[in-house]
């Protein structure tokens, strides 16, 4: 089990880490001639019409939510070679390991762009709370991989510790976002530092989907590109609720998410 583990470049401190505080930097997480590539690769997805843009379940004009966040959902479906990335068994094999699953399926993947200069920060909120899933979603991760330098400059992360443990709270607008720290006003969680998480390239940060987390704006004069790749434990079921991703598949409510276009990308049969 060791010798897997440093083939992730993964240790079980990490991995305990991971499950206390519900997020943890993974670093080198791919090579430079890698994140070469995947830039490269992610530009041209992005430039590409026709891809599928993102628009949230609230209605939010383009408009607004494009002053957080300008994206790209399952550009893996439309790129082959942002396929090779978004299906990577490294970090697939990172995912299970780190969310203790017995399989692990590909959700989506986003491409991500902070704008220059007139980006807002991305506010305190969870991912699950989004997501079509129910209860053993729960341990549902992402991968957050930037395509540059990250700091507070240019929109790097901010995690609460064991925030993870809160269980699923109302979902945060991200253009005209509520205080998630209301819903947890007399817990520790109210007292919690938040941990702010710079990375170089290559390097990366799995989280929980429970856990808040924050990206500060984009001061920069540069886009802060990142491809964030969303799992889910093998076995999942749909709760019912409208998404994106899930609509064009009319799975019923109780069916698992599965299929060609959920493939399962890790197993402990695999491993």
């Not at 079980?12 to 499950?19: D, G, L, V």
């Not at 269980?167 to 720290?181: E, K, N, T, V, Y």
């Not at 709760?239 to 009319?250: A, M, Q, S």
Request: proline letters at 6%; one cysteine or more.
């Amino acid at each position: 089990m060791t010798g897997q583990l440093e083939q992730l470049g993964l240790t079980e401190e990490q991995i305990a880490f991971y499950r206390e505080n519900g997020f943890v930097q993974v670093d080198n997480v791919l090579t430079a001639d890698e994140i070469a590539e995947l830039t490269c690769y992610i530009e041209e997805a992005m430039a590409e019409k026709g891809a599928l843009a993102f628009q949230n379940s609230e209605g939010e004009s383009r408009s607004s939510y494009y002053r957080v966040l300008n994206q790209k959902v399952n550009t893996w479906r439309d790129h082959a070679g942002m396929a090779r990335y978004t299906t990577h068994p490294k970090l697939a094999q990172i995912a299970l390991r780190l969310s203790g699953a017995d399989g692990i399926r590909l959700f989506h993947d986003h491409a991500l762009w902070k704008m220059p200069q007139d980006s807002k920060p991305t506010p305190w909120h969870q991912d699950f709370v989004y997501w079509p899933m129910h209860e053993l979603g729960k341990t549902a991760l992402s991968a957050w991989i930037p395509l540059d330098d990250v700091d507070e400059s240019n929109g790097c992360m901010m995690f609460i510790p064991g925030s993870h443990e809160a269980g699923m709270l109302p979902g945060i607008s991200l253009s005209d976002p509520q205080d998630i720290f209301e819903y947890v006003q007399g817990t520790d969680l109210d007292k919690k530092k938040p941990v702010m998480v710079p990375l170089r390239k290559g390097s990366c940060t799995f989280h929980n989907g429970l856990t808040f987390h924050y990206a500060h704006a984009n001061r920069t004069d540069n886009p802060r590109r990142v491809l964030a790749i969303i799992y889910f434990p093998d076995g999942t079921t749909y709760n019912g609720k409208k998404h994106v991703i899930t609509d064009p598949c009319e799975f019923q409510a109780g069916e698992p998410i599965q299929g060609g276009l959920f493939p399962l990308l890790a197993s402990n049969q695999r491993a």
